[in-house]
């Protein structure tokens, strides 16, 4: 990674700082200044503003090299690089600057890419993007829009025709080599040429004639060949002929001044660095396809000396001249320089809804990235759950009359807790009218970031012509508790940018108060920073709050899809209001807590998420963190996101866990345990009670709609399950998928299993699903030869719909029916064309195959049950709504038609 050398990052603001040292400001000063000093000043401040553009915004800080007791403007050389960088004469729509004494300050706001007069911009902001193309007779360097589109075209082209046939890619290609169409071509085979001799072709796209620098060959040679073989690659290909001058008279360069070995040398060692992208699957990946050749030229009889001729064959992506020129900023790395590859991706970063036809159909985007800045992920929900907007005004409305505290809740909690506290806060926030304190007992936490115990509680003010203002209260005075601050704003403030796509200008102020101090304004004083920040940087009306809580409802609600992996792009959902409500709970106040979710409500999506935030509101690392289930694929599955220990059931009790570092248990699908092993219940609370001082967590996962046996679960009595949540919203299934669940629930309601608490069946009247995804669900009698064929058949023709066996679910009653068919449906999948494109591995791999009871916890788009009967009758509906509960789009229930096997 390639970081600036002159370009300092300030860590002691809630905003990035960098600081560019000392500068000429003023017009006047300015065009007084040695030209070398004043470009070089020009080059850092505009690299500065680039990186700021790029990562979420910030603020340019520098120290002026010239006294003034009057505001003076930047200069006209600097506005005019930055109206370059930002590609728009309205300078102010990014840019704003402030003089204090002799301080002078760049407010830069964040990238983004919506249209501006008709054109669309590019993801991301460039000094120069190194990608070049023939224009007529010369080489043209596109600029970040012109790269922008002829990287999207060469994408473009890839998809819609697979084949790597770069003659059928690129029009023209196939000319290179036709004496007749092309007589450069008879120049290049030549072994001979006469100095002074005319060529009979002059330059054009495909042509280009350079002369021998007469000082220096090999420099020369290095510096010129770049530009041109990135030109003629990324056209249609053509020749460089070096030692021609532009009237097409051959000069060639005099063999005193270079060898013939040392010019094919530079040539080939300049060329092999080119950088170059493939968004095709070349095997030449990291080749340009050229030819040098190095022709003598005479003069009357005699070697005068040498013509050197490239020619480049048309390039099937694209081929740079160096990496672009495009920087970032990060706290940690400092200002830095992206690489080739990283350019490219966020340059045309991937489109979800192209990588997935349903994706459109069955969710809503929240944030796309066609107006958003360059770090924001797509963030998607499923049809019929609630819209950001809809969130926000549930969690974080705005009145414009009044002041509201929310949590309210939590307020009086912490009123209560603590003496003098409301006082405090009403007294620094008395001047505010219009919106919203959020209060929470660590912002940090909310944030992904470690808790600071001392802390009381940080409350985050929205308000109505003030810009966000974060505010830590402590019990005592602490020297760590503005950092603690500071670093919160901070990070909220890029997250409000980075993951909720907020494109206003934003910087979250800061205000650490303490109960125990008797003047909170003069021991604090406001921001941890002096600079003052421009009026624009306020919310000035309702809307403008409403935009920025949206954003901070992303922030809060996001989790990673799991269609991420599937569609090779990070994409973020959102939870529900019912599921946040639940994650939001204080740990340190509700160390136990049994959740009882329907199926689909995403149970284990809040397991995932609480595990998170244990760890940072613990300070602990993930091996003290453990997280139990019944079977072993969603134990590996939990496992494979590195935020804790997972163990089955059976391990647990087989194990001694006592006396290791395990403090927090998470026990997940709790209804389908048993005591077969041993109490595993009062293990865990054994384990996580072990410090008196300061339990552990034990936070308990179940449903016993699911229930899939008739023993003992170990689960405490229903009554004595306290204190008690309960997920009621569907959020996993289609339509059809749901209704099916509703009626399975309703049949084990009214006729529930013996083990089953009368209790829990109430949760039913609850149950509700996000309407609005189209679905499958058929329930179809079968021989078992004609079931697997089924089987086969279908799945045929979901792979031809880009559906992979990582998709796909066949499940089976039992593990012992699984192992007897399974190599009869794998049979019949490698007779259909796409599945034997498939090798066994990665069918076997993706846990295509399994048993329902095996499944529980996970979930595919498509499920298909095989003769889905409990050995149990009493249990029959359970099995039904665990395998269907599996399903999001397309379920599919197979009974044999045979007597042995009749429903």
Known sequence: METHPSLEVKGSCPDLTIYAGEVTIGEEDRNKMDPKK???????????????????????????????????????????????LIMSSNIQGFFETKQQQDQFYIFVKSWSCSPEDGFTKPRICSLGSSLYCGSLTSKVAMDSREAFDFLKGKKRCVKCSPTDDRANK????????????????????SKKLEYGQCLLFSESTFIQFKQFSTKHVQEYMKNIIPEYISAFANTQGGYLFIGVDDKSIILGCPKDNVDRDPLKTVVNETISKLPVFHFCSSKDKDKVSYETRVIDVFQEGNLYGYLCVIKVEPFCCAVFSEAPISWMVDKEKGVYRLNTEEWVHMMVDVDPEAASKNLSKDFECQLNLSNSPPHCRPVYSKKGLEHKVDLQQHLFQVSPDHLKYTPEALWSELCFEHEGLEDLVKQQIRSFSCGLLILSRSWAVDLNLEEKQEVICDALLIAENSPPILYTILGEQDEQGQDYCTRTAFTLKQKLVNTGGYTGRVCVMTKVLCLSSQNNNKTNGGSVSPIIYPSSYN????????????????????????????????????????????????????????????????KTIIAMRIMEKIRNTFHCETDKILYICENQPLRDFIQAKNICQAVTRKTFMKEYFETNRIQHIIVDEAQNFCTEDGNWYEKAKGITRRMKCCPGILWIFLDYFQTSHLKKSGLPNFLCQFPKEELTQVVRNADKIAEFLQQELRKIRDNPPFNIPQGSLSMFHGFYWAHGVSGTHEITYLTLEKMVSYVADKCDVFFSKGYSPQDIAVLFSTDREKKAYEHMFLREMRKRKRASQMNDESI?????????????GLERSIVFGINPIATEQPISHNLLLCLASRAMKHLYILYLSTPEGQS
């Open 38 to 84: 004043r470009k070089m000043e020009k080059t850092r401040i505009t690299e500065a503003a680039c990186a700021l553009l790029n990562s979420g915004g910030g603020l340019i800080a520098m120290q002026m090299t010239n006294k003034s007791e009057h505001p003076v403007e930047m200069g006209q050389d600097l506005e005019k690089s930055l109206r370059e």
């Open 844 to 856: 076997c791999h993706s846990n295509m195959f399994d048993s329902i009871r095996r499944f529980s």
């Open 539 to 602: 919310l000035t009306n309702i809307q403008e709050m409403q935009d920025l809580l949206q954003a901070l409802v992303i922030v809060l609600l996001n989790f990673r899809s799991f269609l991420s992996d599937q569609l090779g792009c990070e994409i973020l959902n959102l939870l529900t209001a019912q599921q946040y409500e639940i994650l939001s709970k204080s740990l340190r106040k509700t160390r136990e807590l049994f959740v009882h979710g329907l199926p689909g409500s995403g």
């Open 170 to 189: 690129i029009p023209g290609a196939t000319c290179q080599n036709s004496l007749v169409s092309n007589p450069a071509f008879e120049i290049f085979q």
